[in-house]
Every structure is written in structure tokens, then in C-alpha cells.
């Protein structure tokens, strides 16, 4: 078997995978929502004078680098279910985990009276 390159075109295509893969698969995810702003530089645009446009983005790091995926509107809940998720299931880990020492700590005094 030929290893798979990246960036090959023979996959499937963003669009078909957004058809097969959908956001309700996504249960935990982990960064910060962020709202990236900038000006398009269009000289008629009301972003010229006003506002800047607002566009909802995910920030992740990865690698030891800063990733940054923009989001649609519609795509926000998803992710902020997600994100809620992922700190619960942290904390919850957390709290198991210092359960665990004080049994541990509990067993141990126990088995080393005896
Ligand atoms: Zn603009």
C-alpha cells in the first residue's frame, strides 16, 4: 500500500465530508472562543467607518502552536456544547483524581498498622 500524501486531491472533498460528518458528532472539544475583527479594506464597505466585521473563531493550541478555526454563526452552539463539555469531563477527571489519593491515602494507613 502507497502511504497517503498530504494535501492529496484524491479524498473526499470538504463539501462530501461536511455531508457524511456531521456537528452533532463533535461532543468535546477543546480552546477558547475568540471574535477575530477586522477591516476588509473595501473603500465602501461599512467597515471603512463603522464597525469592523466580527467573525466567531475557535482558538486551539496544537503543537505548541496558536490554531485558529473561524466559525459560522449556526456553527457556534455545536461548539460551545462542546467546549462546556470538555470542562466538565476535566473536572470531573480532576475530582476522581483526588478521590482517588484520599482513598489511596486511607488504604494505605489501613495496610501499613496492620
Ligand atoms: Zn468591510
Known amino acids: 500500500m502507497q502511504p497517503k500524501k498530504l494535501g492529496s486531491t484524491s479524498g ?21 472562543l475568540i471574535t477575530l475583527r477586522r477591516r476588509c479594506g473595501k473603500p465602501t464597505c461599512h467597515c471603512a467607518k463603522g464597525a469592523p466585521h466580527a467573525t466567531p473563531a475557535l482558538s486551539f493550541s496544537e503543537n505548541g502552536k496558536t490554531r485558529i478555526l473561524t466559525l459560522t454563526p449556526a ?26 489519593l484520599r482513598l489511596l491515602r486511607r488504604y494505605l494507613a489501613r495496610a501499613r498498622q496492620a
Do not use: C, M, N
Open 75 to 100: 456553527e457556534l452552539p455545536t461548539v460551545r456544547r462542546a467546549l462546556s463539555h470538555y470542562h466538565k469531563a476535566q473536572a470531573q477527571t480532576g475530582k476522581d483524581a483526588e478521590r482517588g
Open 12 to 32: 473526499p472533498s470538504r463539501a462530501s465530508l461536511a455531508a457524511v460528518l456531521s456537528l452533532d458528532s463533535i461532543r468535546s472539544l477543546r480552546g477558547s
